[in-house]
């Protein structure tokens, strides 16, 4: 077995944060929430302030806490996975190193945003926190927020460096790019995580070679997810499609109305199955109409998740 995946499991859990009716940081909340994933076993591993954690919208200091609190809480029941992705590579080293200092052995680091870089200023930038940083890094890979595509032969490149361990790839961006950084990276680490990080995209991804998925819906469907692997090392495609259905109706339905980010739609959903307050999305992400929240919520009635 790939030694990230026995360490980390195939389903990673971007955990959503909550928020009081400022929109301060719900510390309470937030490790509530922990332990209800943790009891109810939604995932294998929880990843602090990643894309659903509305990182982008989170102070330095906020995000540290966050990793404190996800910490203390998870107890070592889970492990525990940093998102620490800047737009500086200064910034993104510090934090990288602050979750270092909390015991934090592997960083999700998205590609820095708002800038642009190119190829070479992907990798140079990589290659900087690889080399001032004891933790293992797993590359996040998302064009429609930070304006690039990490390629291929830059993934490659970065594969060689000892503490380059994987990648996370949005994949219903580039459908077909979770084959190009297996192809890309195979000869030069075979142990090379390869995950995606799009719920819709489960199924052409697993057949591609995708050994996990980073998922936002985990916390209402981790268990259809952790069935739906299962089915398919069985060979048992029909019942995984059964599986996949619902959570693709669900997570297509978050995308309303054009929202690239589903959180505003998400985070009321995990509410109402959860019965955890996480509070309205941070500004400037506006919170669901009446009329989005009923779509999601019928939805969860036919399917089950709802009485």
């Known amino acids: 077995m790939n030694q990230f995946v026995e360490k980390y499991g195939q389903i990673l859990l971007p955990l959503i ?26 995932c294998d591993s929880l990843i602090v302030t990643g894309t659903t954690g509305e990182a982008s919208l989170l102070t330095f200091d906020e995000r540290v806490k966050l990793m404190e609190t996800a910490v203390k809480t998870a107890a070592g029941r889970k492990p525990v996975i940093a998102g620490t992705g800047c737009a500086s590579t200064k910034e993104t080293i510090a934090l990288t190193n602050k979750a270092v200092d909390l015991g934090i052995e592997t960083c999700l680091v998205v590609c820095p945003f708002y800038n642009k870089p190119t190829q070479e200023g992907l990798y140079r930038h990589f290659k900087a926190l690889a080399e001032a940083t004891k933790a293992d890094i797993m590359l996040y890979n ?12 830059t993934v ?11 990648v996370k790839d949005e994949a219903g961006i580039n459908p ?21 990080g799009d719920d819709v995209m489960l199924l052409p991804t697993i057949v591609q070679g995708a050994m996990g998925l980073v ?5 209402i469907f981790g268990h259809e997810i952790r069935a ?11 019942r995984a499609k059964e599986l996949f259905v619902p959570i693709y ?16 739609i998400l985070r009321p959903a995990i509410e109402l199955v959860t019965g955890i307050h996480l509070g309205p999305a941070r500004s400037p992400l506006a919170p669901a109409t009446e009329e989005e929240m009923a779509v999601t919520t019928a939805i969860l009635r036919e399917i089950g998740k709802l009485n």
Request: aromatic share 12%; proline share 5%; with cysteine.
């Open 17 to 42: 944060t909550p928020y009081d009716a400022n929109e301060e940081v719900d510390y309470g909340k937030y490790a509530e929430l922990i332990e209800y994933l943790i009891q109810n076993d939604l």
């Open 142 to 153: 998302i064009p429609i927020f930070v304006g690039v595509n990490l390629e291929a032969e």
């Open 156 to 166: 490659r490149r970065l594969a060689a460096l000892p503490n380059i361990v994987g």
């Open 176 to 196: 077909t790019q979770v084959t190009d950084f297996f192809l890309a990276t195979q000869d030069v680490d075979p142990d090379f995580a390869i995950y995606n």
């Open 215 to 219: 998922s936002g819906g985990a916390h």
């Open 228 to 238: 739906i692997f299962k089915a398919f090392a069985e060979g048992d495609n029909q």
């Open 249 to 264: 109706r669900f997570c297509k339905s978050t995308g309303q109305n054009g929202r690239i980010l589903p959180n505003s």
